[in-house]
């Protein structure tokens, strides 16, 4: 199950991840009340999709020299005129394919002073078999492209089960992403809440790129992204209102296993077979061992209630004894 950037934003700001103001409209007339109930006066109109990519991608319907699926815009008026520009388009990106995707949802949030893009990402770490923190210092950008041509800027760190993430976990992942002062403050808060929130709604990947630190000296979860295993939402409520419905890529050109292209990349593919075989392996034997025992104990009761209801051998009248009956009251 995919869930979208203000879903997924929702989510994590419920456990305590720094997010920022933001409104989901389905409309072009619902933007200007969207912004106006915003601080301001930055604003970022994002394309709700399933896909990455979408600020570099562009609109089949709009012309060569149009912005993409996320714009800035300075002023209320800029924020309707995205507004009218993108819904309803068809945004094509480099994870969408060239037939692309139709916007039909906005994300209108307040706009951030960025000083430096971070990534961060939670996955299962398979040479370990335990979730693992993957981060860099070059985010808001193709991840890929850093694992292939810089692998060295891509730091992991496992976490222990057991213990959880810990201040020396945090420590590390502050220093391989060269935070200090209050972004080190904030550290300390914010992946605990991103490692709680992955082991309590059975994702399979929780991706934040990029996360940033501002001009201010705090974190902010600026763009996430999340993905699970369970095809069905019975985690929680907020799970059910999360999932929305899709179109449902062909059989052809579908990923195995039920992967949406979207979560695939070089840097996290040496961990998916074991992201697609715990979750799995724990859900089927859980569910096995819970048949077995509903099979024997129904096995126990069937026969039993069986008996009550047949008639015993003793009572049974064959042919032979009904003959032997009616002979021997005839006599009688």
Same mark, same amino acid.
């Given at each position: 199950m995919n869930i979208h950037e203000y879903q997924a934003k929702a989510l994590l700001k419920g456990y305590g991840a720094p997010v920022a103001q933001g409104v989901a409209i389905l409309k072009v007339e619902?933007?200007?009340?969207?912004?106006?109930?915003?601080?301001?006066?930055?604003?970022?109109?994002?394309?709700? !999709?399933?896909?990455?990519?979408?600020?570099?991608?562009?609109? $089949?319907?709009?012309?060569p020299d149009a912005k993409g699926g996320v714009r800035l815009a300075k002023s209320i008026d800029e924020v309707v005129a995205h507004a009218k520009e993108m819904l309803g388009n068809?945004?094509?990106?480099?994870?969408?394919?060239?037939?692309?995707? #139709?916007?039909?949802?906005?994300?209108?949030?307040?706009?951030?002073? !960025?000083?430096?893009?971070?990534?961060?990402?939670?996955?299962?770490?398979?040479?370990?078999?335990?979730?693992?923190?993957?981060?860099s210092t070059e985010g808001g950008m193709d991840i890929e492209a850093v694992a292939h041509d810089?692998?060295?800027? !891509?730091?992991? !760190?496992?976490? /222990?089960?057991?213990?959880?993430?810990?201040?020396? /976990?945090?420590?590390? *992942?502050? $220093?391989?992403l060269q935070l200090d002062g209050a972004a080190a403050e904030d550290a300390k808060t914010l992946f605990p809440a991103l490692y709680k929130a992955f082991g309590e709604k059975d994702m399979a990947l929780l991706e934040v790129n990029p996360l940033i630190v501002m001009k201010d000296g705090h974190l902010?979860?600026? /763009?996430? $992204?999340?993905?699970?295993?369970?095809?069905?939402?019975?985690?929680?409520?907020?799970?059910?209102?999360?999932?929305?419905? #899709?179109?449902?890529?062909?059989?052809?050109?579908?990923?195995?296993?039920? *992967?949406?292209?979207?979560?695939?990349?070089?840097?996290?593919?040496?961990?998916?077979?074991?992201?697609?075989?715990l979750p799995w392996r724990r859900w089927t034997s859980s569910s096995s061992t819970a048949r077995s025992r509903r099979t024997s104990a129904t096995s126990a009761v069937v026969p039993a209630?069986?008996?009550l209801l047949r008639p015993s051998r003793s009572s049974r009248q064959t042919p032979r004894s009904k003959a032997f009956s009616s002979t021997s009251s005839a006599a009688s």
């Open positions: 619902e933007a200007e009340a969207a912004a106006k109930s915003l601080p301001g006066p930055l604003y970022v109109v994002k394309s709700q !999709i399933h896909a990455g990519g979408r600020g570099k991608g562009k609109f $089949k319907e709009l012309g068809t945004l094509v990106t480099a994870q969408t394919g060239e037939a692309g995707k #139709q916007v039909n949802r906005l994300y209108i949030e307040d706009g951030a002073d !960025i000083a430096r893009e971070l990534y961060c990402s939670l996955l299962v770490d398979r040479s370990v078999g335990k979730v693992a923190f993957v981060v810089t692998p060295e800027k !891509i730091h992991t !760190i496992a976490i /222990d089960p057991e213990a959880g993430v810990t201040a020396a /976990d945090v420590a590390a *992942i502050s $220093k391989a902010r979860v600026l /763009d996430a $992204k999340m993905s699970s295993m369970v095809t069905r939402c019975s985690v929680t409520t907020t799970s059910r209102r999360c999932a929305t419905r #899709q179109k449902k890529t062909p059989r052809k050109s579908r990923p195995p296993s039920g *992967i949406s292209p979207t979560w695939r990349s070089t840097a996290t593919s040496a961990a998916w077979s074991t992201v697609l075989a209630r069986r008996r």
